[in-house]
């Protein structure tokens, strides 16, 4: 459920683009900034502030890799195992980090700190296998570049 802010917050938004449809994006940011998620009543209450559909809001929702629509973890780790990752070892990657983890791909550890998921393109081909962590690429992955990270991000979650 959206906040009275948030609310405000995307109305504001809207004025600032041409038609709603445009603000599709930013508004689910701004849905998204509360609990690091949105759920089926977030997505009904930005369409109905935009006019625009359920099933449309949910399109461009489920679309994109840095929306989320379920909870994430502090690290939230994202995959990429499309064709290139695929052919320079994203899979073996994948499996490395749910054992290192301690979850399947799609889940999260109890503690909340790591997600796991795998996504398509991050659009970084040429420099694959390919990862981000929240916002941040980590390309031209190896084992031991995806030791090193884990063990980095293990002694900042402490
Ligand atoms: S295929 Fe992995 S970044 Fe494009």
Known sequence: MLSIKQKDDIRKKAKEFP???SVSLPALYIAQSGKGYIDRKD??????????SYAELYGIASFYNLIHRKP??????QVCTNISCSLLGAEHLLTRLEKKLGIREGGATADGIFSLESVECLGSCDKAPVMMINEKFHEA???K???RILASLKEKAE
């Open 43 to 52: 997505i009904e209450e930005i369409a109905g502030i935009l006019s625009i």
């Open 141 to 143: 992955l190896t084992e």
């Open 19 to 21: 038609g709603h449809r």
């Open 72 to 77: 994430i973890g502090k690290f939230h780790i």
């Open 145 to 147: 570049k995806l030791s």
